[in-house]
């Protein structure tokens, strides 16, 4: 099911991040979190991601990335996660603890309804999903981090920002490092000490970090 509730109710991007600096997350990340997805051999189909929203939507539309730009399509009053349209679909991407279960917040448009979503496979992360969840409650950080599934985007295209209604991905030498915020991170076997930009954020091997423009 999606409630459009999932997404109204996310914190702005700059309260997001104080939430992230004052709830420790970053400590949470780099041990218990990083040691799950390790565990559970996942961390090369989903990340971590930062819980905010740049701009409300109404309660018949949903926050679709397609080719690089987010923006809100209608969808009616379909509950659905997943809701066929333009001969494709749009399937979750993101996806937030919310009233007891993770829900999808986020969205991708695939132009083939069969992916590699969590959503369309049943209960194959049900024991990951479970302790993450236990991991997020525990430490308080439910209302702070997501669930991000990883896709193949141009790696050169690291940096999140909002023109209107519409966010777009962005090369990070467009931007000073003082107007940006961590916004995901990727986990791999083994980690360098800090999150931090790098022209590969999905190369496998260490933790890594995709940006968000703080305005």
Known sequence: MYDPDAYNSLPTLSVGAQNFQDKGARNVLLSDIRDLFL??????????????????????????????????WEVGGNADPIVPKYQGAIVPRSYRLFRDSFMPYEFDFAEDEESSHPVLQGTRDAEFLMELSALLEEHGLEDVLGLRTLDGRDPELSVEVTEGRANIMLPRKAFGPESLI?????FGPELVDACHWVSDPFQKGELRGIWAQQR
Request: aromatic fraction near 10%.
């Open 39 to 72: 565990r559970r051999g996942v961390h090369e189909r989903y990340g971590i991601a930062l819980l905010h929203r740049h701009f409300p939507i109404t309660a018949t539309q949903r926050l679709v990335d397609y080719r690089n730009v987010s923006a809100p």
């Open 182 to 186: 961590e916004a995901l991170w990727v």
